[in-house]
């Protein structure tokens, strides 16, 4: 079974920057889309940022869009969130998820095959 494992969450003051990665744990692993969400205290797992692995197109939740970026590494077979300008509001646990299928509904949980630990995110004001 291939894991997702996520790293690079921590502390940041507002207005500070974190970089997330996501890699499989099999190299040979090929995802459709890769997709990172977000979940807060209390809240609902939302989409953030997606990217479609072989021709990079990107999709981003409005909340995020213009402060995070989402990106891949082929060779690396990682795929990165930099988020900039963070919010205390963006303080939540982070989720890699990977989509098998070719389905074009990037903002939907169920649409995701395989989905990572999570890594804490915590922005203080």
């Known amino acids: 079974q291939v894991q997702l494992v996520e790293s690079g969450g921590g502390k940041v003051q507002a207005g500070g920057s974190l970089r997330l990665s996501c890699a499989p744990s099999e190299r040979t692993f090929r995802a459709y889309v890769m997709a990172w969400f977000s979940q807060a205290p209390g809240k609902e797992r939302e989409f953030v940022a997606a990217?479609?692995?072989?021709?990079?197109?990107?999709y981003y939740a409005d909340f995020v869009t213009g402060r995070f970026t989402i990106s891949r590494d082929n060779d690396k077979n990682t795929v990165f969130l930099q988020m900039n300008s963070l919010k205390p509001e963006d303080t939540a646990v982070y989720y890699c998820a990977a989509m098998i299928g070719h389905y074009n509904t990037y903002g939907r949980r169920a649409s995701y095959n395989y989905w990572g630990q999570g890594t804490q995110v915590t922005v203080s004001s």
């Open positions: 990217i479609q692995w072989s021709g990079g197109s990107t």
